[in-house]
């Protein structure tokens, strides 16, 4: 068996009636000896459905029972995960389909794309486990698997990454574990806490620290079917969690909406940013606001999440740095990024060449750029292969875009290179204002020339509803270029 169905098992026989899943929802509540039955069940439910013992299942759910449920006994089965976000298109998930060949894929009846997968050939069979209801999909015809079993691969993550390109992350349950354990070490996790799930479980950021962290741990997690701002607040004061992981973007958005009055989140000890970079004036004005510690961290796929994190006061937390290595090493090789440990992934899927060349006798390459100060600190300064090159200066977009998110109007901000027949790349920048709140792009650019060298300084500035950004909260600069480009067809 599975380490994931021992400690779920050993949950459940220790403390059965100990919550592991509140549902606001649903107003339901699900303990540990619960879920660890109804692990098991679904994991039989779905070999009886395909005829046999499956190698590779697919999931397409929002969070919540169905999402937590799915992914531990499929985790446990020690089948391979192939998670997919239930907001992509059919064409998307297709992709996914073709190069994952999962032998059945996890939904739900209310799934928009049901009908997709129907009219593609698809089997739909119904799954009742308690009352809780799925829909197995099993392929025909061109979806049939054409692929060997993924030995030892727990999780195959399918990340688009800066190219758009999806690349599949193969991680082992080992992988998954260490990481786990190393965000439990970094935020002093203890069994008194509870943690507030607001990222999706087909995101490794939600799946390694707000499901399995807390499962190691022995903890209650608060999952909610997905983050709304009006709702945050109460949320907390109603289910006391102590921490809760999120992406610059909602934090933005916390600082954009009403403050709440402090019994309200008095039950948290520390707020955790990952998954993109934190802007050094979104975690000043958040820590002022709240009086509440928000600890930056950095996190990759390849690496089955987090990299480095900011210590828990009363340890030093330096704004601007993503912390310090917990478990696994780091170290900058020609100013880049260079991860080894347990957690480190064992290559891209069907990419031997890629695999070959990101993997250097264990360690990895990130592609991003940064330094370790003297005593461990690591600062991120962006990715290679997002530097704008305009006439030979290179310029990191998040330099640029920590001297936007200083402009109080700002909520968020995102900077790429547009192409320019002088120059060949010129500085944009895309602003999403917060409500209520005006700015023109001649008081942008005089703030920006103060701070920023004249090269630096955007010459097109640009005010969108929001940034394109993927799963796990980056804006996504090649897709602020193409806004740009089909923009400027249009005039």
């Not at 000896?33 to 994991?43: I, K, P, R, V, Y």
């Not at 992350?169 to 354990?181: R, T, W």
């Not at 402090?262 to 004005?285: G, I, K, M, N, T």
């Not at 006798?361 to 991003?368: L, M, P, Q, S």
């Amino acid at each position: 068996m599975s380490r994931i169905g021992n400690t779920l098992d050993h949950r459940a026989r220790k403390e059965p009636g100990r919550p592991f899943l509140s549902l606001p929802g649903e107003r339901r509540m699900v303990t540990y000896g619960q879920f660890a039955e109804w692990s098991l069940g679904l994991g039989d439910e779905l070999s009886s459905v395909g005829g046999r013992s499956l190698t590779r299942i697919g999931t397409l759910l929002p969070n919540g029972l169905e999402a937590a449920l799915a992914t531990l006994a499929i985790l446990r089965s020690n089948a391979t995960l192939v998670p997919m976000n239930p907001r992509l298109t059919w064409r998307e998930i297709g992709h996914i389909l073709e190069q994952s060949s999962p032998e059945l894929v996890l939904t739900t009846p209310s799934q928009p794309l049901l009908q997709s997968f129907i009219e593609h050939g698809w089997i739909q069979h119904p799954v009742d486990l308690a009352g809780i209801r799925f829909v197995a999909l099993l392929p025909e015809g061109q979806w049939s698997p054409a692929i060997p079993a993924l030995r030892g691969v727990a999780l195959l993550l399918f990340t688009s990454g800066t190219t758009g390109r999806p690349k599949g992350v193969l991680l082992s349950e080992h992988n998954l574990l260490a990481n786990a354990e190393y965000v439990n070490r970094a935020h002093e996790i203890t069994d008194s806490d509870i943690a507030l799930c607001i990222l999706p479980l087909y995101h490794i950021n939600g799946l390694v620290v707000t499901l399995l962290a807390p499962l190691l741990a022995g903890i209650s997690v608060v999952m909610p079917e997905r983050f709304i701002m009006e709702e945050f607040w109460s949320l907390i004061e109603e289910y006391h969690p102590t921490w809760f992981s999120a992406v610059p973007t909602i934090f933005s958005k916390i600082l954009s909406a009403t403050q709440p009055e402090a019994h309200q989140y008095a039950s948290l000890r520390f707020a955790r940013s990952a998954s993109a970079s934190l802007p050094e004036a979104v975690l000043q004005q958040f820590e002022e606001r709240f009086d509440l510690p928000l600890i930056e961290a950095y996190g990759i796929s390849e690496a089955a999440c987090q990299v480095c994190s900011n210590p828990l006061p009363p340890a030093r937390h330096k704004p601007g740095s993503v912390g310090v290595s917990v478990g696994n090493r780091i170290k900058i090789v020609d100013g880049e990024v260079w991860v080894s440990g347990p957690n480190l992934f064992r290559g891209y899927f069907a990419l031997p060449e890629e695999s070959a060349e990101a993997l250097q006798e264990g360690w990895f390459r990130t592609g991003d750029l940064g330094n370790i100060d003297n005593d461990g600190y690591l600062f991120l300064t962006g990715r290679k292969s997002e530097l704008i090159n305009r006439a030979g200066e290179k310029i990191a977009p998040r330099e640029v875009e920590e001297v936007l998110h200083q402009l109080s109007q700002v909520e968020s901000a995102g900077v790429a290179g547009i192409p320019s027949a002088v120059y060949g790349e010129e500085v944009a920048a895309f602003l999403v204002l917060r409500p209520g709140q005006t700015i023109s792009s001649e008081e942008v650019s005089a703030h920006c020339n103060i701070r920023l060298a004249p090269f630096k300084v955007p010459l097109t500035i640009l005010f969108v509803e929001e940034l394109p950004k993927g799963p796990s909260g980056k804006v996504q600069r090649r897709l602020l270029t193409e806004l740009y480009i089909n923009m400027s067809k249009k005039k």
